[in-house]
T-cell receptor, first 114, second 115 residues
Framework: AQSVTQLDSHVSVSEGTPVLLRCNYS??????LFWYVQHPNKGLQLLLK??????LVKGINGFEAEFKKSETSFHLTKPSAHMSDAAEYFC????????????FGRGTSLIVHP | DTEVTQTPKHLVMGMTNKKSLKCEQH?????MYWYKQKAKKPPELMFV???????INESVPSRFSPECPNSSLLNLHLHALQPEDSALYLC??????????????FGPGTRLTVL
């Protein structure tokens, strides 16, 4: 069965410093992987997705993620944090074994200090 | 139009009330989803409709009753809810549910409070 682990429940950074949100996955098939962002009391917005094309995926708002099969990881990065990046981030995996029903990680809360 | 709309934004109801949540998309998506989200938790899948047929029911109590009148609309009928059902209810859609490459588009949610 597919699963996803977000290694940190909270990540705290200063504005202008790099962001790293970690995600490891488990899948017996070729997975699709997604990162979503959720601002308080809002719906989820897709940041980026990996679907077996390029392993380095660029998303919106300067975020990117690299699919590393050998490490079963799909970490989200951004070179310079902005105050508006403060939000909850979800890593999501989907594969044929799970009937393509997305499985969500527990979420990582990104806190950005001025 | 890449938007999923949900109404109402907020809903307060008593345990004996009957109410409905509404979700709409005009992207031509054939899969639609209801999720329940508690504070500081990921969304929990409740129901999935594929081509207007109920495809997945994640053992949701019968006080929640989904309905898909057409390919653009999804309703969630609520009756005799409990205070622990208070949560953010999210609707999502995707092109289909038979391919993993299709991302989900989420609505802004309905904040439900059960008194």
């Amino acid at each position: 069965a597919q699963s996803v682990t977000q290694l940190d429940s909270h990540v705290s950074v200063s504005e202008g410093t790099p962001v790293l949100l970690r995600c490891n996955y488990s899948s017996s098939y070729s997975p699709s992987l997604f990162w979503y962002v959720q601002h308080p009391n809002k719906g989820l917005q897709l940041l980026l997705k990996y679907t077996s094309a390029a392993t380095l995926v660029k998303g919106i708002n300067g975020f990117e993620a690299e699919f590393k099969k050998s490490e079963t990881s799909f970490h989200l990065t951004k070179p310079s944090a902005h105050m508006s990046d403060a939000a909850e981030y979800f890593c999501v995996v989907s594969d044929r074994g799970g009937s393509y029903i997305p499985t969500f990680g527990r979420g990582t809360s990104l806190i950005v200090h001025p | 139009d890449t938007e999923v709309t949900q109404t109402p934004k907020h809903l307060v109801m008593g345990m004996t009330n009957k109410k409905s949540l509404k979700c709409e998309q005009h992207m031509g998506h054939r899969a639609m989803y209801w999720y329940k989200q508690k504070a500081k938790k990921p969304p929990e899948l409740m129901f999935v409709y594929s081509y207007e047929k109920l495809s997945i029911n994640e053992s949701v109590p019968s006080r929640f009753s989904p309905e898909c009148p057409n390919s653009s609309l999804l309703n969630l009928h609520l009756h005799a809810l409990q205070p622990e059902d208070s949560a953010l209810y999210l609707c999502a859609s995707s092109q289909t549910m038979t391919s993993g490459i299709n991302e989900q588009f989420f609505g802004p949610g309905t904040r439900l409070t059960v008194l």
